[in-house]
């Protein structure tokens, strides 16, 4: 079956620009999770929906971040009025919930590259 | 603060030896630690998963082994291959089953 897509695959914009990000997970995937990462470095935590709970947001790195999971399905991470240091890659994943206190692997996206000039 | 600390330096082996890949993690009790590939360009890939209560875990050519006294996992290939180059992520997972840290990876390269 299809895997978690992501688009665009690459973003260039400008400095102060809003920028929109969004993430197809796997059907039936009820987790879904936003990350961030930078060259050379791990991948940070930006915010995770579970089902039709609130979302954990404790990661966004500002309040210009936001993201928002439609219909539980479709998730839109965006950035706005965007600098240089936003330029990442940013991975969606998505996992089905624990059942029976298992935790459930994530799926990852290939990306989008986002560039601030 | 929690913090995952991989081996900042590449590890270059020789194919068929083992490679072995150190984790350690401090201000954290995780219920899970996972290992993930990535190659270059795309998203990490899960490998395996082992839980706090377990000591080791193997896949195939994988090993796995959780210390939670030291607060460390090694990850072990056997008979790398050079299709085993690539960066390997180790990453936490809380109580909770959601949040999860990772660390920045280790690059690991197989020369045949």
């Known amino acids: 079956g299809a895997g978690v897509s992501q688009s665009p695959s690459n973003k260039v914009t400008e400095k102060g620009k809003d920028v929109e990000l969004r993430c197809d997970p796997i059907?039936?995937?009820?987790?879904l999770y936003w990350y961030r990462q930078s060259l050379g470095q791990g991948l940070e935590f930006l915010i995770y929906f579970q089902g039709n709970s609130a979302p954990d947001k404790s990661g966004l790195p500002s309040d210009r971040f936001s993201a928002e999971r439609t219909g539980g399905s479709v998730s839109t991470l965006t950035i706005q009025r965007t600098q240089q240091e936003d330029s990442a890659v940013y991975l969606c994943?998505?996992?089905?919930?624990?059942?029976?206190?298992?935790?459930?692997?994530?799926?990852f996206g290939p990306g989008t590259r986002l560039t601030v000039l | 603060s929690q913090k995952i600390e991989q081996n900042s330096e590449a590890l270059n082996i020789q194919e068929g030896k083992t490679a072995t890949l150190t984790c350690n993690y401090t201000n954290y009790s995780p219920a899970y630690l996972q290992w993930y590939r990535q190659d270059p360009g795309r998203g990490p890939v899960f490998l395996l998963l082992i839980r706090e209560n377990e000591k080791e875990k193997r896949k195939e050519r994988l090993k796995v082994t959780f210390d939670t006294t030291l607060k460390q996992s090694l990850f072990h290939i056997t008979a790398s291959q050079p299709a085993d180059s690539a960066t390997y992520l180790c990453a936490l997972v809380g109580t909770g089953g959601f949040k999860t840290i990772f660390g920045a990876g280790t690059r690991l390269f197989v020369k045949a």
């Open positions: 994943a998505s996992s089905l919930l624990p059942a029976g206190g298992l935790y459930n692997e994530q799926f």
């Open positions: 059907s039936g995937h009820t987790a």
